[in-house]
């Protein structure tokens, strides 16, 4: 099993304090024991297994493969995995936080929407975006350095997505392509779409699965709590010396203290869904932890407290800081209401992440919703998406049916 909910955020959050509890434990009775430990879980060898990448998943189900890289305005290279289909319509999918294009594979075929989009008729293309797995390479920066890391889901839509958008189309000779995304994915799309109308214009339709966008009413107890802990996050980040972060913090503590049972995390390792008979199956370490930056879980938790509610840029903290960023005391919101691409919602009532009412909200915002769907299977999750052996009938039948009009020309 995995962790419930929004996987990785829910699990940063979790790992910050089961970390924060377990110190902060040892030290106060003098527990040498765990101590030791949490001194070998982080000084010990790197773990140097390299995850199995999405055109080796590809691959692996018969389907032909291509991988292509794409250097972004401010000198990021990103890998963009492909399933051919040339000279036929292209469809790009954005990845989630901490995950990778791998997320639309690892199904497999007749099951994970990124196969089922090729057998459909679909040029498929992938995103990896900054910092994931495949993604860690600069024209300047490495990987270790603090500024390769200073990076939200603000730039994954400004600078990644219109990057990769216009190296598919120059690639396949198209005009213009359909939009898919979960999760973050779709919150891109909305970055992407209000900040960037020359890309927006390439866009035909963008269909979205529980777009992360308006969050205030989340019904996610553990990331509502997390509001909280978005400072700790970032200050653990530092002190720890973990750039490349949550990731490589994370994957060490979550087979660490939970999985060894230590007992002064079991209680919040049980509400992440992991320790005792919960593991992360290997499957899934392919896409999570797959990279990703403390900036991308603080913005969204930002967009998470009930006392800022809105989808509103990056808060940086101070007045004076957010007038040399903003010219304004207050960051400034997303232009959503200014979006005229057909827009396709779709939901799980399961899905404690995006509430209802959120989504509702979202839906009354964008002038142009197509399709507001929420799936027939009631207890249909956040994760379940890219997940579920049934996301196939509880979703993606209604999707590819949408989707067949934009096969023609």
């Given amino acids: 099993m995995v962790c419930k909910g929004w996987t990785g955020p829910v699990a940063v959050l979790m790992g910050v304090a089961v970390l924060s509890l377990s110190v902060h434990s040892a030290a106060q009775n003098n527990d040498h024991s765990l101590l030791s430990f949490i001194k070998r879980l982080f000084g010990g060898k790197k773990d140097e297994t390299v995850p199995m990448t999405p055109a080796q998943i590809i691959q692996g189900e018969g389907y032909p493969s291509e991988v292509h890289h794409v250097t972004t305005a401010d000198g990021y290279i990103l890998q963009v995995d492909r399933i051919p289909r040339p000279g036929r319509p292209v469809v790009y999918l954005a990845n989630q936080i901490f995950s990778s294009a791998a997320a639309y594979l690892i199904l497999g075929k007749g099951k994970s929407i990124g196969f089922l989009l090729y057998e459909a008729g679909f040029d498929v293309w992938l995103s990896n975006f900054r910092g994931t797995n495949f993604s860690l390479t600069h024209v300047s920066l490495s990987s270790s350095d603090d500024n390769f890391w200073k990076f939200g889901f603000h730039e994954h839509g400004t600078l990644d997505n219109p990057a990769i958008i216009d190296y598919v189309l120059a690639t396949t ?57 978005a400072n700790a996050t970032m200050r653990i980040a530092d002190l720890l010396h973990k750039h490349r972060q949550p990731v490589e913090l994370l994957r060490q503590l979550l087979t660490g203290l939970c999985q060894k049972g230590l007992s002064k995390a079991l209680n919040l ?69 200014n979006i005229n691409t057909p827009v396709y919602l779709y939901n799980g009532f399961g899905d404690k992440t995006c509430s209802v009412q959120d989504q509702t909200l979202l839906k ?12 027939a299977n009631k207890n249909l999750n956040h994760r379940d998406f890219t997940l579920s052996d049934n996301a196939v009938n509880d979703v993606y039948n209604t999707v590819l049916a949408n989707l067949k009009q934009f096969l023609k020309r």
Wanted: hydrophobic share 40%.
């Fill in 364 to 375: 009354n915002t964008l002038p142009n919703v197509k399709q507001f769907f929420y799936s």
């Fill in 173 to 229: 000779k198209q005009k213009d392509l359909v939009f898919l995304g979960h999760s973050m994915g779709g919150t891109t799309f909305f970055v992407t779409a209000s900040e960037r109308p020359d890309t927006l214009s390439k866009i035909r339709a963008a269909f979205l699965f529980a777009p992360a966008v308006f969050m205030s009413n989340t019904k996610d107890e553990v990331m509502r709590a997390g509001v909280r802990f």
């Fill in 269 to 337: 390792c049980a509400k992440a869904g992991l320790g005792g008979v919960n593991r992360f199956l290997p499957d899934f370490a392919i896409f999570f932890p797959a990279g990703g930056s403390v900036g991308q879980l603080v913005h969204f938790l930002q967009v998470i407290n009930p006392k800022w509610p809105g989808f509103r840029k990056y808060n940086y903290g101070s007045a004076q800081a957010n007038r040399a960023k903003y010219g304004s005391d207050t960051p400034p919101d997303y232009k959503l209401r």
